[in-house]
């Protein structure tokens, strides 16, 4: 296969600008991400920043950064004393009720029934290094939240024309 | 006689440039840099560490097919690799001597688990956890 033939969006140097990007929501999970900012961190133009996000990690920009704010009020749930209040705050959501709603979409549990439930066994993690062990624990989201809701209202799964929005 | 692991590699997007972050930023030694037409064997050393050589390759025939080399730059590219762990004396001291020399760091120095940690990405996408012997 010749260089001319590489897709744009598998271009090694375009896909290293994006782990930056990446690496950026990683750092500040808690922190608003428009595609502005997330396009200059990436050297990537606005109009096509979201596309070529979603093109190398699968999934658009904004539901990767949810996913990691879920990763981190589950990891403060179960390693502090926060309040569920404060915990939402600090992960970066300004609304307790948005929050609980997209957790418990998300990891299909409320953040209390999780800090019970995590509580209630030992954990044997010290000898991991963080970073893997929030790897390990990232919630796994493969449709979009809104329609997760929707089929647990509805009771079936997504139609053919269903689109993936964050 | 050291019995052991005596080279493990990781992939690199430029051998050039690999080998000026490990060794003018890391501080690592070269250790093997053989050329055999376009295939390059590089390998650097830590400087407490002559048992073990870091392999800095590029994904490339013959060693691997075009099609499948083609992934692994994407794939280092994207920060997909296995971890790396390197471990320091002092975390927060490592920090600061390291971003001074332009390492692009992805997590600050933290304090958890009875240890101080960081993150750090090579120009090629790999990423390695910085953290404080114990």
């Known amino acids: 296969m010749t260089a001319g033939r590489v897709k744009l969006g598998r271009d090694p140097a375009l896909l290293r600008r994006l782990l930056r990007a990446k690496d950026r929501m990683d750092a500040a999970s808690h922190e608003e991400w428009p595609i502005p900012r997330l396009a200059k961190v990436s050297g990537v133009s606005e109009a096509h920043f979201a596309r070529s996000f979603k093109d190398a990690f699968g999934v658009p920009p904004h539901r990767y950064l949810l996913t990691r704010r879920i990763e981190r009020a589950s990891a403060l749930l179960r390693d502090t004393e926060l309040q569920i209040t404060e915990v939402a705050f600090r992960t970066g959501w300004n609304s307790l009720g948005t929050f609980g709603r997209i957790f418990r979409d998300v990891t299909g549990e409320s953040p209390s029934d999780l800090r019970a439930r995590e509580r209630a066994h030992e954990h044997q993690l010290e000898e991991v290094p963080h970073c893997f062990v929030s790897a390990a624990h990232r919630p796994d989201l493969k449709i979009a939240v809104s329609e997760k809701r929707r089929q647990a209202i509805m009771g079936n799964g997504p139609g053919p024309n269903e689109t993936e929005d964050p | ?134």
């Open chain 2, 1 to 134: 006689m050291t019995q052991g692991v005596g080279v493990a590699g990781i992939y690199v997007h430029d051998q050039d440039e690999a080998l000026a972050f490990y060794v003018d930023k890391l501080g690592f030694a070269v250790h093997t840099d053989a050329r055999n037409g376009d295939y390059r064997w590089l390998t650097v050393q830590h400087p407490d560490q002559p048992s073990f050589q870091l392999g800095l390759f590029k994904p490339q025939p013959p060693t691997v097919d075009e099609a499948s080399a083609q992934i692994m730059r994407q794939m280092t590219a994207k920060g997909a690799m296995p971890p790396l762990v390197l471990v320091v004396a002092d975390c927060r001291a490592a920090y600061d001597r390291l971003r001074q020399r332009g390492v692009e760091f992805t997590q600050e120095p933290v304090e958890r688990y009875g240890s101080v940690d960081a993150s750090f990405r090579d120009p090629s996408g790999n990423g390695w956890k910085m953290i404080e012997a114990r």
